[in-house]
């Protein structure tokens, strides 16, 4: 199960990038979805504090796992089911959605061209569009997604993972417990995040390169202990070392798997080979700068979730 991590890609805030580090958010292009107008308005109608989940998948059987989870997860949440692309459009035009799930292949289209059709037609453009599928890892290490999903979620995490997930982006909870091993080297970035992530409960332990981070391992290490819950790294740091090394230090000189230790990465490198590169290093996600506060701490509260999950059933 550990082994499924690092699927997710992560953007800013509804504000997708693809290889091509186009912003979903820029003037729609021509060529749009065949009988669908570019300037459709989507969700027209007024929001509700009910939160909508639109769960978009051909399979009758995965639509009501994801239903069940997320109902349990997130009580009071409304939830619309469709099995095409068509439909889907069609749910997308009566009524304002708060999150959509979609499926990579669909009866009558492929997911992304659903999540294209989001993109492309105010005034629902930001809203977080998560692929679930199978098939992710392999896609996104050869860059085939697409500019237009917020994030990308392996099934093989389960479908309870996935239900949390949602609710991290729904109704974030107001507080959290964790330890947080963040690397940064400006005091000024630092400053705020870590202002961010302690406004949510969690317990932030900075250090300024990755050759401190190894080092607090280390010394953990020799307490009988991992040192941190989640490590939360820039890549660009001060030293011989980046953050990419430190993430393949944890895991191979430590022994840490991704559900053992999490660790996201901040990058502001749009080159979709670096990114590759550092998922195949050993990050469970990326997450692009600048940071944007909700996406981040709805990542960090995910992996931490996971994480301890993981090391509870191990310990029975």
């Known amino acids: 199960m550990a082994a499924a991590f690092g699927t997710l ?24 979805l065949k009988g669908v107008g570019v300037g459709s308005n989507i969700g027209s109608g007024v929001a509700s504090a009910t939160p909508r989940i639109l769960i978009v998948d051909g399979s009758k059987v995965v639509r009501q796992l994801i239903a069940r989870v997320v109902a349990a997860e997130v009580p009071g949440v409304e939830i619309v089911e469709a099995t095409t692309g068509a439909e889907a459009q069609s749910e997308l035009q009566r009524g304002v959605f708060d999150f959509v799930t979609v499926a990579l292949r669909l009866p009558d289209m492929d997911g992304l061209d659903v999540a294209r059709f989001v993109r492309e037609s105010a005034p629902q453009i930001y809203m977080p569009i998560v692929v679930v599928s199978g098939d992710v890892e ?69 250090v300024i390169s990755a050759e401190d981070a190894l080092q607090h391992l280390r010394q953990a290490r020799e307490r009988g202990e991992v040192g941190a819950d989640v490590v939360l790294t820039d890549v ?49 996600d990326l997450v692009e700068k600048p940071v944007e506060e909700k996406l981040l701490i709805t990542k960090l509260l995910f992996q931490l979730r996971v994480a301890l999950h993981l090391r509870a059933r191990a310990t029975h």
């Open 236 to 284: 660009s740091l001060k030293g011989e070392l980046t953050g990419g090394d430190l993430v393949e230090r944890i895991r191979n000189e430590f022994g840490y798997g991704k559900g053992q230790l999490p660790t996201l990465v901040m990058t502001g490198d749009e080159n979709p080979a670096n990114q590759a590169a550092l998922l195949r290093a050993g990050a469970n």
């Open 138 to 206: 392999q896609r996104l290490h050869r860059r085939e997604l697409g500019e237009f999903v917020t994030d990308y979620f392996d099934k093989s995490l389960g479908f309870g993972a996935l239900a949390e997930f949602i609710r991290g982006y729904v109704r974030p909870e107001g507080g959290a417990e964790g330890e947080v091993l963040y690397v940064e080297d400006s005091r000024v970035v630092a400053l705020a995040t870590r202002r961010m992530m302690e406004k949510y409960g969690l317990t932030v332990h900075h």
């Open 9 to 32: 890609r992560v953007g800013r805030a509804g504000v997708a990038r693809g290889a091509t580090g186009q912003r979903a958010a820029d003037p729609p292009r021509s060529g749009g």
